[in-house]
């Protein structure tokens, strides 16, 4: 185990769309002996993600969109779907979700059970993700969804049984690890 943790100095390497910093740290290890090492990280700020069910339907709201990343890691189109998700910025991870999830999907949700958060990508990204569940009905659809227009996001918004989103999973048409989860988690916990 390592212990007494201390950053000796931070360079910020780009800040172009988020910040990429290259941290310098030292530590004590169990024997004793203090250490340096290097590491960069991604800092993008907080988000938070749902999955909107139906009970009575046995349906879930997913989103489709183009994610760059993906596409310049082998992922042909570039498309991937996936829960409905977004940045905290300054809203708490409930307000936050429920922003997007009316952004994205044309659904207001009011209540948003929160069931944990999640670092997906510790190594390399400072990111820590709101997981959320929260049930929708026909009732609760303002708008046609599809993302915010000034932000160009282009958002498909899809409706499946969960058993064939959970197929999809098996297939390899979900890819996207937040949604793995949430998909999971609603199984496991008999949402629908």
């Not at 026909?138 to 915010?148: D, F, L, R, T």
Request: overall charge negative; proline content about 2%; glycine content about 8%.
């Amino acid at each position: 185990m390592i212990q007494n943790i201390k950053i000796v100095s931070t360079e910020i390497l780009s800040d172009n769309w988020y910040v990429l910093k290259k941290i310098t740290y030292s530590y004590s290890k169990k024997d004793g002996t203090e250490k340096k090492q290097v590491r960069e990280a991604y800092d993008r700020g907080n988000g938070a993600t749902i999955l909107l069910y139906n009970k009575q339907q046995k349906t879930i709201i997913l989103t489709r969109q183009f994610r760059l990343p993906s596409f310049i890691n082998g992922n042909e189109s570039g498309m991937l779907t996936e829960t409905c998700a977004g940045l905290l910025d300054d809203n708490t991870p409930e307000d936050c979700i429920i922003k997007e999830a009316e952004e994205e999907t044309g659904y207001r949700i009011k209540d948003v059970h929160r069931i944990f958060d999640v670092y997906m990508s510790p190594g390399a990204v400072t990111e820590r993700i709101y997981f959320f569940v929260g049930e929708y009905s026909e009732s609760m659809k303002v708008g046609e969804g599809g993302g915010a227009e000034h932000e160009e996001e282009n958002i498909e918004v899809l409706e499946f049984n969960i058993d064939h989103a959970l197929k999809m999973v098996d297939n390899g048409e979900i890819k996207d690890g937040k949604t793995i989860i949430l998909l999971q988690y609603a199984k496991l916990h008999d949402l629908l």
